[in-house]
């Protein structure tokens, strides 16, 4: 899971394509929905702040299986 706005800026697309690259799946978990749309082909999904419970649950299954597909 990965927020927009990370410890040295708004650099979670960044971050979230460096996984991509590893082949590692990621989810945007943020307040700044927009900046993630824009950044979408990045990751699997992205959770909206504030955080509902329905919503983890159902990136949550997109990212297991993303890793099960993987092997």
Known sequence: ???VDLADGPTGPEAAEWLLHKGIPSI????QAEVAAKHAHLSLGTIAKPVADKDIAEK???????IDAKG
Request: glycine residues 8%.
């Open 60 to 66: 949550l299954k997109l990212f297991r299986a993303a």
């Open 1 to 3: 899971m990965v927020d």
């Open 28 to 31: 945007f978990v943020t307040g």
